[in-house]
């Protein structure tokens, strides 16, 4: 059986009276939603998904067009493994509010999308491109040359929730309900848009603004189009976020839930739910009901964080797919539940 949570909570986080079953860990999610299919989370109202994309979403340089002709290129903002990002603005216009991530399209680091055939590339990148949350970066333009691919974004002017953590220290449970809220609407949003991002994780939330207010979700360079049907896929993500069937090799876009959960786990308690570089000890913990049991939730913060919390941390790690959602309910509210398929 999946995890039924039963605690109700206010906007407060106080732990009210058990007046209806099934409810967990809050109202914090405002609004009404419709929910047509699991693996969503309620945030505000979505729009609908755009039904034609512009067909130069992905614009090819060639000859002796180039990027630098287009846009100017400012400050490095930061880099990793698979390219570098730079501020940017539109020649034409100056646009200042942009950034562009600059990745190879060959060799060992390459963008994935560069190495998908045409169609499916050009569908991805058009989903990306359509998604318009205020919880998830805006994608502008892809731009190919020969040897590169160039990401147009908006810029995100504040730390990942990673490093904010690292700077404040241990969180407030305001401050985790809202962050909480926000990845998770912006999660829901890219399932109703018929992808699973692959790579939820801190380090790919960003504030927009210094104050530390609007979190955003970025880097889909991991991203693939999926529904709730498991399929076979390439076993991507970062390890200690990942959900135990990522391994197995056959998933479903559930798989950002559990990573959600670990991401909420850490917000919660300062730590990682699983902590090991040993991917057969990890999958072996996923599957051991007592170090993946009431254990999980030992420890100060947990002892002090409302029930609720732990409601929804422990639905989103079920290890069981099929019991990991999140649905609405509610008379015109918009309540997250989390329970058996």
Not at 110 to 125: G, I, M
Not at 258 to 268: D, H, R
Not at 277 to 285: C, F, I, Q
């Amino acid at each position: 059986m999946g995890y039924e949570p039963c605690a109700e909570f206010s906007a407060e986080g106080k732990q009210q009276p058990d007046q209806d079953r099934g409810l967990s860990w809050i109202r914090f999610v405002q609004g009404v939603a419709r929910v047509t299919s699991p693996a969503i989370c309620c945030g505000e109202r979505q729009k609908e998904v755009p039904k034609h994309e512009p067909a130069d979403v992905l614009v090819s340089l060639e000859g002796e067009q180039t990027f630098e002709a287009l846009f100017q290129i400012g400050e490095l903002i930061g880099h990793g493994t698979f390219g570098k990002v730079y501020g940017c603005s539109y020649r034409s216009s100056g646009t200042h509010d942009l950034c562009v991530k600059i990745v190879a399209t060959s060799g060992r680091h390459a963008a994935r999308a560069s190495r998908l055939p045409k169609d499916e590339k050009l569908q991805l990148l058009r989903l990306i491109a359509s998604l318009r949350h205020p919880n998830i970066v805006r994608y502008f333009r892809f731009l190919q040359s020969s040897e590169m691919l160039y990401v147009v974004m908006s810029r995100c002017l504040g730390p990942d929730l990673a490093e904010h953590v690292e700077a404040v220290g241990h969180l407030k449970m305001k401050d985790v309900k809202s962050f909480s809220r926000m990845m998770l609407s912006a999660v829901a949003s890219v399932h109703q848009h018929g992808l699973m991002h692959r790579d939820v994780k801190p380090e790919n939330f960003r504030f927009t603004d210094p104050a530390a207010t609007t979190l955003q979700l970025l880097d889909f360079g991991a991203a693939k189009i999926g529904d709730d049907v498991p399929k076979v896929h390439t076993v991507v993500g970062t390890l200690l976020y990942a959900a135990p069937e990522v391994f197995e090799g056959a998933y479903a876009r559930s798989c950002d839930l559990w990573s959600c959960g670990a991401v909420i786990f850490f917000l919660v308690s300062g730590h990682l739910p699983f902590q090991t570089s040993d991917v057969t000890m990890l999958r072996s913990m996923h599957r051991d009901p007592v170090l993946n049991g009431e254990c999980l939730f030992r420890g100060e913060y947990w002892r002090q964080a409302p029930l609720g919390a732990r409601s929804l941390v422990r639905g989103l790690l079920s290890v069981e797919a099929r019991h990991r959602q999140l649905t609405a309910t509610g008379g015109g509210k918009a309540v997250v539940v989390v329970g058996p398929g």
